[in-house]
């Protein structure tokens, strides 16, 4: 151990020596004094000795094959491997400092592929990564760790740690949330941030400290898109990445474990509730809450979306008589259906006996179809579900518009009540005329369509006050409330109806 360290110093100090830029500089000094001392000899040596110094400093300080690490074929960074490297060296090799680390995750970023297809996607990110390694030092590293995610590592600051942590946070989001110009669509987004301090560590180990920082963007993304947290010692240990199996997934929709939880719907113009979409959550026995996104995509693959359905339909109607019953008004609930449930020949059936068995009219229920349902489907049996339900009295809400590309053509195939503008057109609608320009074209050619329009991903008062001046009527987000469970709903709803009493209407301009 001793001679291995001993050989290493003895590398960089050769190398610091040879490549310094004072040596640059005094190499054609040098090379005068050889011509002064010893004539074309001398030049002729000094022509071959600098030239070999600088080969041998080079054969000194190679990478060897063994150190060089794989990259991440989309970014071209080093991946997980190279960065718990640096990491556990900042606690255990004396010449480099201790490590910090950030883990930055683009929000909702598996939806890009979903929109706009993989290859954009993929250049988006390999943009990001560029982007990002320009803002850091030479003596930090940031490295890939999976889709739309970053890791970094930065040295330890001697003094006010939190404060440059959080400000070198805050440097490498708002480049992220530069607007980026994509197939003629101008992208707003925005990206969570955990980070944890060496000293935070719950063990001296580079992947200890990156579990921490994990655990922190975790966190993170609990308190919604944007948010930036710091590991402490209270946070819940990461959950290690891998998919649930097909039977944990069936006998948690067995035993209710997956629940609806409520976000509100309001009006502009009144501040009134107009409804409540309905998001499922997981509520595990030893993970606790976990977001759809950690365990949708394996339900999707276990084939189980419909039973999903089943049970969020079953539970969003007896919610409906619950809040009856409590006397609180809640006009509608939204719910989403797949286009593998779409196409069930027999789901008007299913969902009308389900109408009938908790005597709730149709009208109070809302059914929400993701516009690349409408876009790319020619399914006579999706066409004959939605009509079907649509004339049966359910409300029918076009969902992510403007991302999907559904022509005017396909929205009036469909029965459609209400469509509802995509969050990526919605984030910085107070601020970018370009925004605000998209807002105003789709909200005008739902009103000549005589169909409803719904801003989604309204996480700021600057947009939910901009939303009603463009004209906009009903509005869903951050900014009115986030998702809660069933039983947070009942004092949200008798809170909201109170205050909304006092809400001053938003003026549209003329």
């Given at each position: ?13 050769v190398?610091n ?17 050889a011509y002064?001392?010893?004539?074309e ?13 600088f ?7 190679r ?14 960074l ?20 201790e490590?910090?680390?950030l ?5 909702a970023f598996?939806?890009?592929?979903d ?7 993929e ?11 320009t803002?850091l030092?030479?003596?930090d590293?940031i490295?890939?760790l ?17 404060e ?7 440097r490498l ?18 990206a ?21 920082a ?17 590991f ?5 240990p ?11 997934l ?29 998001l ?15 365990f ?9 979306l419909?039973?999903?359905s089943?049970?969020m339909?079953?539970?969003c ?5 619950d ?5 609180l008004?809640v006009?509608?609930v939204?719910v ?10 027999k ?8 109408l009938?068995?908790?005597?709730v ?15 790319q ?19 029918i ?5 403007g ?7 396909h ?40 169909i ?14 901009k ?18 469970p ?6 949200w709803?008798?809170?909201h ?9 938003v003026?549209?301009h003329?």
């Amino acid at each position: 151990m001793a001679a291995s360290f001993g050989q290493k110093t003895f590398k960089f100090a050769v190398r610091n020596a040879l490549t310094s830029p004072q040596l640059t500089a005094l190499l054609p000094a040098a090379m005068l004094l050889a011509y002064w001392w010893g004539g074309e000899t001398g030049l002729l040596y000094s022509a071959v000795i600098f030239p070999g110094l600088f080969v041998l400093c080079g054969a000194l300080t190679r990478t060897s094959q063994k150190d060089r690490w794989p990259t991440d074929g989309v970014t071209g960074l080093p991946m997980r491997g190279r960065l718990t490297k640096m990491l556990d060296a900042g606690f255990h090799d004396p010449e480099i400092k201790e490590k910090t680390c950030l883990v930055i995750e683009v929000d909702a970023f598996p939806k890009l592929a979903d929109h706009y297809g993989v290859d954009a996607q993929e250049r988006v990110e390999a943009d990001l990564g560029e982007t990002l390694r320009t803002m850091l030092r030479v003596t930090d590293l940031i490295c890939s760790l999976g889709r739309g995610r970053f890791g970094i590592a930065i040295d330890r600051a001697t003094r006010a740690d939190l404060e440059v942590v959080l400000q070198i946070a805050t440097r490498l989001q708002s480049a992220i949330m530069t607007p980026i110009e994509l197939n003629e669509t101008r992208l707003h987004l925005t990206a969570s941030v955990g980070f944890a301090l060496p000293q935070r560590a719950p063990e001296a180990s580079g992947n200890s400290l990156l579990q921490a920082a994990e655990s922190a963007l975790q966190t993170a993304q609990a308190a919604g898109p944007g948010s930036i947290r710091a590991f402490s010692n209270g946070m819940a240990p990461r959950a290690a990445a891998s998919e649930h199996s097909e039977a944990e997934l069936s006998e948690a929709l067995d035993a209710g474990q997956m629940v609806p939880w409520f976000q509100p719907q309001v009006c502009l113009r009144t501040g009134r509730l107009t409804g409540m979409e309905a998001l499922v959550r997981w509520n595990h026995p030893k993970l606790g809450w976990i977001a759809p996104g950690a365990f949708l995509p394996a339900l999707t693959q276990a084939g189980l979306l419909e039973r999903l359905s089943e049970v969020m339909l079953f539970e969003c109607l007896s919610s409906i008589n619950d809040w009856d019953q409590q006397g609180l008004d809640v006009p509608k609930v939204s719910v989403n259906l797949s286009s593998a449930e779409l196409s069930n020949p027999k789901l008007f059936e299913k969902i009308r006996w389900d109408l009938d068995r908790f005597d709730v009219s149709p009208e109070r229920l809302t059914l929400e179809i993701l516009e690349s349902v409408i876009a790319q489907s020619e399914d006579d049996v999706i066409a004959r579900n939605i009509n079907a339900l649509a004339r049966m009295g359910c409300g029918i809400d076009l969902d992510d518009f403007g991302t999907g590309h559904a022509s005017i053509a396909h929205i009036r195939r469909f029965t459609l009540n209400r469509i509802k503008i995509d969050r990526s057109f919605i984030t910085h609608v107070d601020t970018d005329p370009n925004q605000q320009n998209m807002v105003s074209a789709i909200l005008t050619m739902a009103n000549q369509l005589e169909i409803g329009a719904l801003a989604e991903g309204v996480e700021t008062h600057g947009e939910y006050t901009k939303l009603g001046e463009l004209g906009c009527t009903d509005v869903q987000g951050y900014a009115v409330a986030k998702p809660m469970p069933m039983d947070a709903t009942c004092l949200w709803i008798r809170n909201h109806k109170s205050a909304s009493s006092r809400i001053q209407p938003v003026p549209k301009h003329a």
